[in-house]
Nanobody, 124 residues
Framework: QVQLVESGGGSVQAGGSLRLSCEPS????????MAWFRQSPGKQREAVAR???????NYANSVKGRFTISRDNIKNSIYLQMNSLKPEDSGMYYC??????????????????WGQGTQVTVSS
């Protein structure tokens, strides 16, 4: 069974940085669609970054220029480097992947596998 384990969350002040990691079990990430979602209190879960086909990367407009998604196929892990953090970046961050690889949409319902989440709190 596919399992995704996130780590790296924490509490930082605005302007600070965090690096999230996602390590899958029973799953090879190479060439697969991998995504980071976040859910803030009272809001829908939103896709903040997606990487697929090794080189195709998409970001939510709210994080462009500040967040960087990357993958390490040797370590079989994906990462989310978050810089210049803002209070509105606070939330639970989830790593996700899906069975099919012909697309990698920012749509929560299309992903079958999710991690347990890691909390990010940014104070002003």
């Amino acid at each position: 069974q596919v399992q995704l384990v996130e780590s790296g969350g924490g509490s930082v002040q605005a302007g600070g940085s965090l690096r999230l990691s996602c390590e899958p079990s029973n799953y090879i990430i190479r060439m697969r669609c991998m995504a980071w979602f976040r859910q803030s209190p009272g809001k829908q879960r939103e896709a903040v970054a997606r990487i697929y086909s090794e080189t195709i990367i998409n970001y939510a407009n709210s994080v462009k220029g500040r967040f960087t998604i990357s993958r390490d196929n040797i370590k079989n892990s994906i990462y989310l480097q978050m810089n210049s953090l803002k209070p509105e970046d606070s939330g639970m961050y989830y790593c996700a992947t899906k069975n099919s690889d012909w697309d990698c949409p920012p749509v929560e319902d299309t992903y079958q596998y999710w991690g347990q989440g890691t909390q990010v709190t940014v104070s002003s």
